[in-house]
């Protein structure tokens, strides 16, 4: 049982490449979710998917697109990248049943975009 | 959607004191508070977290306390110890499944 796994760890970009991060998770979990953090801003909510097949917008979705290919994975994609977009990235999942709300953050992928 | 504010933004304390960090959420609606602690390099780890029906909630050395009708909710760290050290989130939970955390505090326990 891996929990939350996310790839690459770490990745340089030039500005105007595109990549997609990776996430994926094995327990089975319902919901998914993308965060950006950055130094003195917490975590923020890019976007988040509350079932297979359904995505939705968070706080900060512009220039990211996410696709929820199965259950198990949840990829967040860069089409255009800018240096505003150099940040760490966690994916998280919660089961959304069984009573428990408890996010699961997999280990980050640390963007620099130059 | 959710505001979410958390302050201290650092705090100091010696070993042994006890280390309180606030959080206030805007919108009443919000029913589950969490609170993550996130070493340098790694993953947050949830260290404690209440429900909006519960009033306080404590796990040895660690304790959450939520007042609804004002809107706050704390984290209690008491007998605190060096490996305390970290940088503490609280988050709220909106009933769309959305999560706002708190811009976070650097917590420095002195030997």
């Known amino acids: 049982n891996a929990g939350v796994t996310q790839t690459p760890k770490f990745q340089v970009l030039k500005t105007g490449q595109s990549m997609t991060l990776q996430c994926a998770q094995d327990m089975n979990h319902n919901s998914m979710y993308w965060y950006r953090q950055d130094p003195g801003m917490g975590l923020r909510l890019i976007y988040y998917s509350a079932s297979e097949g359904t995505t939705d917008k968070g706080e900060v979705p512009n220039g990211y697109n996410v696709s929820r290919l199965n259950k198990r994975e949840f990829s967040l994609r860069l089409e255009s990248a800018a240096p505003s977009q150099t940040s760490v990235y966690f994916c998280?999942?919660?089961?959304?049943?069984?009573?428990?709300?408890?996010?699961?953050f997999g280990p980050g992928t640390r963007l620099t975009v130059l | 959607g959710e505001n979410v504010e958390q302050h201290p933004s650092t705090l100091s304390v010696q070993e042994g004191d006890s280390a309180v960090i606030k959080c206030t959420y805007s919108d009443s609606a919000s029913n589950y508070f969490p609170w993550y602690k996130q070493e340098l390099g790694k993953r947050p780890q949830l260290i404690i977290d209440i429900r909006s029906n519960v009033g306080e909630k404590k796990d040895q050395r660690i304790a959450v306390t939520l007042n609804k009708t004002a809107k706050h909710f704390s984290l209690h760290i008491t007998e605190t110890q060096p490996e305390d050290s970290a940088v503490y989130f609280c988050?709220?939970?909106?009933?769309?499944?959305?999560?706002?955390f708190g811009t976070g505090t650097s917590l420095t326990v002195i030997p």
């Open positions: 998280a999942s919660i089961p959304t049943s069984g009573g428990t709300d408890t996010q699961y």
């Open positions: 988050a709220a939970k909106w009933p769309g499944n959305q999560f706002y």
